[in-house]
């Protein structure tokens, strides 16, 4: 949060206090993004199974970006422990949307992967998410798009 002393002066206008109105407007924005998206990954769980939990959900957006992956890297990646992942693979496998096999590289490992049924279920749910995102931004100009698009790469590249 923004806080009542700012930061010293730059070139990029951060010394006008307008500046910092608008950054507390940006500040409120985002707190109303985060509140949705939170309850978009909890309706998009749902949509996939009534019993998805959030953090399965977020394992098998994982597995859709990069395919089959050893539990331990998948646990690193979601910053949890191996006992919390082995948990929510089980869970996944019981809902029939992964599946754990041996790692051929790597005897001792294994790999998850989706099932065919989880995969589908994915799709239709990421199809339809698409399908919203162009209904939001049907109404604005491409230039408005590629503008909003060029932002959000450049507040994601940020060194913070």
Do not use: Y
């Not at 790692?103 to 992967?113: C, T």
């Amino acid at each position: 949060m923004h806080s009542a002393a700012a930061p010293a002066e730059s070139s990029t206008g951060a010394g006008d206090p307008i500046h910092w109105e608008v950054v507390d407007e940006v500040e409120r924005q985002f707190g109303i993004l985060m509140v949705n998206a939170k309850n978009s990954l909890k309706t998009r769980a749902a949509a996939i199974d009534p019993q998805l939990s959030m953090m399965g959900f977020k394992v098998l957006t994982l597995l859709v970006r990069s395919g089959a992956k050893q539990q331990g890297f998948l646990a690193e990646q979601m910053e949890i422990d191996k006992a919390m992942m082995s948990r929510t693979i089980k869970s996944l496998e019981c809902l029939g949307l992964a599946e754990r096999r041996m790692d051929p590289e790597d005897g001792r490992a294994q790999l998850v992967s989706m099932t065919t049924e989880g995969r589908q279920r994915m799709d239709t749910m990421l199809a339809g998410d698409r399908r919203m995102l162009q209904d939001r931004l049907s109404e604005w100009g491409t230039e408005e798009v590629r503008r909003f698009a060029d932002l959000l790469a450049k507040l994601n590249d940020s060194k913070s």
